[in-house]
Structures are given as C-alpha cells and as structure tokens.
C-alpha cells in the first residue's frame, strides 16, 4: 500500500493557500522539517500525523492512504473549514476498518507503518542523545585541560 502523507501535505497546504511556516506552527516544527515530509525524506510522528489531519478536518487514514491530488472534491479555499467537514473527514461516508478482509489488511499495514514511524524517531532521538553525550565528554575533557592550565 503507498502512502501519501507527503504528497497529501503539500496539495493541501495549498489548496488551503497555506506556507509551510504554518503547517510548521501546528505541530512545533520549522519549514524546512514539513518540506523534508512533503519530498519524503522524513516521517512525522503519530502525534505530528493527528494534528495535521485534525487540522485539515480529514481521517488520518485518508491523509496517509488515499491520493487526495486525485480527487476533486475540496472545496473549501483560504481557511480549513472545522464547521463545515468535506469529503475526508471523519464523517459517516468516511470508510472505517471493518472486519472483512480487506479492512483487517488496511488495519495491520496502518500498525506497521506505524510501528516504522515510531522506530525511527526512537532511533533518531537515540542518534542526538548519542551526539549530546559525547559533545558533553569533549567538552568537559576541554574544560578541564583548562582548569590544568590556570
């Protein structure tokens, strides 16, 4: 199953007539983060993945999963509309796991793509906490050559 996220953000930020500095106001992140999800080359968090979705009035499952470029459906311009929900949201023509098959499959490739998001901000936090740590072991190394020299 692709998934869209990326491509998604960037039509409808514009759609909405939006910057990517807005989009990054949302969720606590700089410009160049939400053009890294837009090109693909990083993955927001599920928290990140809720806001955005929430922001945009649409499921997260059609954030992720659908091409939203290829519908024609958006109507709203300028402003997300949270009073009026379109065509993505969370309303009841919004398709929803069920237990047949297909929904079952769509649910385990969500939990997957999930526990991947989720690996790799663990290892991207593990990689700076690594980084900090020994930034900190150089630099009391060079504080103490200091303190030997006075």
Do not use: C, H
């Not at 990054?24 to 700089?30: A, D, E, F, P």
């Not at 079952?104 to 790799?120: A, D, P, R």
């Amino acid at each position: 199953m692709e998934i869209y996220f990326g491509k998604n953000v960037e039509f409808l930020r514009k759609e909405f007539n939006k910057t990517q500095t807005d989009i990054g106001l949302q969720v606590s992140k700089n410009q160049k983060i939400i053009s890294n999800w837009e090109r693909g080359k990083t993955e927001p968090t599920l928290i990140e993945i809720g806001i955005i979705s929430n922001y945009f009035d649409i499921s997260a499952d059609n954030l992720l999963f659908k091409d939203l470029s290829s519908d024609n459906s958006i109507e709203n311009k300028g402003e997300p509309d949270k009073t009026k929900k379109n065509s993505y949201s969370n309303s009841e023509n919004t398709q929803t796991a069920s237990t047949d098959a297909n929904g079952l499959l769509k649910v385990n490739e969500l939990q997957e793509s999930t526990i991947s998001i989720l690996n790799n901000t663990i290892n991207d936090k593990n990689s700076i906490i690594l980084m900090l740590t020994a930034e900190i072991d150089r630099l009391k190394e060079e504080l103490q050559k200091r303190i030997q020299d006075i």
